[in-house]
């Protein structure tokens, strides 16, 4: 349970009086009597990271419990540090795109705490986190869902589950635990399908991320060096390592690329980012000025997401992308930390504490399509910490019990597709729906004509009413619209 502290705010009068919560023509001593009464708003005393700025001070001497409304307040992973901003609304309205979030996670459903990775393994998915039960069952730290239940994978762990991969047809773990199955594991162990197995002696501190590169597992955070590899028997260093926490690897351009909280990499200056080609480490330019929690690959580029609000020197707000030269940002990026990202149906999707992207209102997740950012629907009500695609579908996670207009237990679907689909009732592709698609429609249904569809698109050529197959009912259907205003077909897109 989070701990209710007596932040002291102690802020200079101008901020009040520029704040407009202030009364012109105040003594010291009303200054003083007026805040004791009124609460003084944190925002007006925090720092452009979100943090309480104690340089400041004046004379006001304000004392007592911040005014929190409409914030939210998370920890920061490294310094322990409050970090406040801006709460998404708690009773955001549904918008049309929130259909496209279902739950999807049987009944009883879901977690009951936050899920912080997520895989898939053996076609099943799989996630680790904060949560001790699984649809109502016991699940200590990391469950599987097979599309239909949830199940645990022996007897889990004893702590959290920061991050999971696969390798060598074997499921891997990192995290803050030291047993797995109930056998020593220091915060690293392996699932073969029946049983959990420590590698090796695993690590001397916590696992944050995971990746595989170059046939061999490698596994980055708070530990001695803050990166390693394994290969299959033994851990190795990657040289020199970092001088700080590692959160996040990915693979790019034949390179591993680590991102985190550390300044140098193999001993030399690389600022939260840094590339591995095999027998040493490298800056990517002059790096970014605050944390990486994110890696992955998008339109042949390496995205990073943190804390950061500048990449290379140039602005780039928790987002940035590298094209293996230059940094550069995407768009106007976010307003608070991006935690997770993924890439599905050529899309990017980002997660995180953020409730904007882009300038516009995007609640704890959101998608870039390589030149806009946009909401999932009204997003979630609390923060996005684990992606991953399933059954061809995107999986969140994270700390939120809604998604959309739907109570989700900390996982949840979004199952709109990239779809720029025909209609399967304009079988010419001239944009109408007319004679022309009749006749069509009857080569179909009674010659044998092909039914194939676009093969990127999810419905059969002809099927006006959606139900998989072009026959006679469809005929009769586009018959109907075509002479005496019938309905349309169904939305080729729709979930």
């Given at each position: 349970m989070p701990r209710i502290v007596n932040v002291r705010l102690v802020c200079v009068s101008a901020l009040m009086l520029a704040s407009g919560l202030m009364p012109i023509g105040l003594t010291t001593a009303q200054e003083s009597t007026f805040l004791s009464q009124q609460g003084r708003h944190v925002g007006d005393c925090l720092s452009p990271e979100g943090h309480i700025d104690r340089d400041a001070t004046g004379a006001s001497g304000y004392?007592?419990?911040?005014?929190?409304?409409?914030s939210r307040v998370s920890w920061e992973r490294v310094s322990g540090e409050l970090v406040f901003a801006p709460a998404a609304s708690s009773a955001a309205p549904a918008?049309?795109?929130d259909v496209y979030w279902q739950d999807g996670f049987g009944s009883p459903a879901g977690l009951d705490g936050v899920v912080r990775a997520a895989v898939v393994y053996n076609g099943a998915l799989i996630v680790g986190g904060d949560f001790t039960t699984a649809g109502g069952a016991s699940a200590n730290f990391i469950a599987s869902w097979d599309g239909s239940s949830w199940s645990a994978l022996g007897f889990g762990m004893d702590n959290t589950v920061f991050a999971l991969t696969v390798f060598n047809s074997q499921l891997i773990a990192g995290g803050g635990f030291t047993t797995a199955g109930g056998a020593a594991a220091n915060y690293i162990a392996a699932w073969d399908g029946s049983?959990?197995?420590p590698l090796g002696a695993g690590m001397d501190g916590w696992v944050a991320t995971l990746t595989v590169f170059d046939g061999q597992l490698i596994a980055g955070g708070s530990f001695s060096s803050s990166i390693s590899a394994w290969n299959g028997s033994s851990w190795s260093a990657l040289g020199l390592g970092m001088d700080n926490v590692v959160f996040a690897l990915t693979p790019f351009n034949s390179r591993l690329i680590a991102g985190g909280y550390f300044t140098t990499a193999g001993g030399v200056p690389a600022n939260r980012v840094a590339a591995w080609d095999g027998a040493s480490w490298s800056a990517l330019g002059t790096g970014e000025n605050d944390g990486i929690y994110a890696l992955t690959v998008f339109n042949s580029q390496l995205i990073a997401g943190g804390l950061f609000t500048t990449a290379g020197g140039v602005s780039a707000d928790r987002v940035a992308a590298w094209d293996g030269s230059l940094w550069s940002a995407?768009?106007?990026g976010m307003?608070?930390?991006?935690d997770v990202l993924t890439v599905h149906n050529a899309q990017l999707f980002a997660g995180g504490f953020f409730v904007s992207a882009g300038g516009a209102a995007a609640n704890y997740i959101a998608s870039w399509d390589g030149s806009t950012w946009s909401a999932l629907g009204s997003g979630m009500n609390n923060?996005?910490?684990?992606?991953?695609v399933f059954n061809a579908q995107l999986i969140a996670g994270g700390g939120f019990t809604t998604a959309?207009?739907?109570s989700s237990a900390h996982v949840a679907v979004w199952t709109k597709s990239?779809?720029?689909c025909p209609s399967q009732a304009d079988l010419n592709a001239d944009t109408f729906i007319d004679a022309v698609d009749l006749a069509v429609e009857i080569d179909i249904v009674f010659f044998g004509a092909p039914d194939v569809q676009d093969p990127a698109c999810p419905t059969t050529r002809g099927d006006f009413n959606g139900d998989g197959v072009a026959d006679a009912v469809d005929l009769a259907l586009l018959i109907d619209h075509v002479f005496f205003g019938g309905p349309g077909p169904v939305d080729p897109c729709a979930p």
């Open positions: 004392e007592g419990p911040p005014n929190l409304d409409g918008v049309p795109d049983s959990w197995s995407l768009g106007t307003e608070a930390d991006v923060n996005v910490s684990a992606l991953t959309g207009d739907k990239a779809c720029s």
